[in-house]
Each structure stands twice: as structure tokens, then as C-alpha cells.
């Protein structure tokens, strides 16, 4: 890697190193698109404490039922939770569904066994816009001694259409001995 190739903006890690193969115009839209989106901006000071994010999530998300090994909710995508393009933010939806999950799969533990979240796959095929609800269901697939695993389908409330579905693998811990 070269050292940089143009110079950089203030907002910007000084230590960047940019190759210089990359076309100065593509650069330049790349570097005004990192700047339009936040990259090496500052969190505000009122941000940055313990559980701001969850505390976010938590606050647009609202259970609508609990059932042995199934938990709906519902969430509002307000513009705390979106992204530059006005749809539902991709870590705000892992976010959900990581808590969605761990709440579903909590109804089929009998013991109070702690979760370990050992996998998180979320498919992303459609977009929730901003000021949009939208239906979380999640399901326990299966569950066993050592293993939960959750399914869950993201629906614009309004239409009903499918915009994100997500798969949770959740451990027991301690794991059981054989």
C-alpha cells in the first residue's frame, strides 16, 4: 500500500492509507460517501454510556404476544434506527432480532440455563422505511440440552410483506455433560 494519494479531510483518520490505484473520481465519491454516513465522526458525549444501543432498541420495541416457544413484537423504525438511505438500519435489525431471539428462546428453557449466541444470520430482502411498524415472529426451530435455535420472519406491518428473516443458534451454558 501506497501512502495516500490525496489528501484527506479533517473528519478523517489521518492514518489511512489509500492506494494509489484506486481512480482519484472513484475516490472522491468513496470519501464523500464515508463522510455522508458518519465514518470517523465523533459520538456525542450523551451517546456514549453503557447500554445507550440497547436501551435505543429497546425503546422501539414493543411485545404483542409470548407463547411457549414463540414471541412476536413490534417494532417502529424511527429515525434513530435508520440509515442514510431512510430504511431500517442493518445493525438495528440484528439488534431486534438478537433480542427477539433470546427472549423466544428463553420460553422453552425450563432450567435457568445461561445463552451463549453462537450464531446470528439475518437475510435482508427488502427494506422497512422510516416511520414504518414492522411484525417480528420468532419461533423455536428446535431445542435440545445444548442447543436453541430460532427462526424469525420480519413483516411490514401495514402490507405484510416479508422484509428480513433471521436464524439464531443459541448454546447452553454449561453445556451438558455426555
Do not use: W
Not at 464523500?32 to 470517523?40: M, Q, T, Y
Amino acid at each position: 500500500m501506497a501512502k495516500p494519494s490525496i489528501a484527506l479531510t479533517e473528519s478523517f483518520a489521518s492514518k489511512a492509507t489509500i492506494s494509489e490505484d484506486i481512480p482519484k473520481e472513484y475516490l472522491n465519491r468513496l470519501l464523500k460517501f464515508l463522510e455522508r454516513v458518519g465514518i470517523s465522526g465523533d459520538v456525542p458525549d450523551h451517546c456514549n454510556t453503557e447500554d445507550f444501543y440497547s436501551n435505543i432498541i429497546g425503546g422501539f420495541l414493543k411485545p404483542l404476544a409470548i407463547l411457549r416457544g414463540r414471541v412476536t413484537c413490534l417494532v417502529s423504525v424511527k429515525p434513530a434506527v435508520t440509515n442514510t438511505f431512510g430504511g431500517f438500519h442493518g445493525g438495528a435489525i440484528a439488534s431486534v432480532a438478537e433480542a427477539v431471539a433470546f427472549a423466544t428462546a428463553r420460553t422453552v428453557l425450563v432450567e435457568d440455563k445461561e445463552l451463549f449466541l453462537g450464531e446470528l444470520s439475518i437475510s435482508y430482502l427488502s427494506s422497512a422505511p422510516k416511520n414504518a411498524e414492522v411484525i417480528v415472529d420468532g419461533s423455536v426451530v428446535r431445542s435440545g440440552r445444548n442447543v436453541t435455535v430460532v427462526e424469525q420472519e420480519f413483516k411490514l406491518k401495514k402490507t405484510g410483506n416479508l422484509v428480513y428473516t433471521a436464524r439464531a443458534t443459541f448454546f447452553h451454558m454449561p453445556v451438558s455433560k455426555l
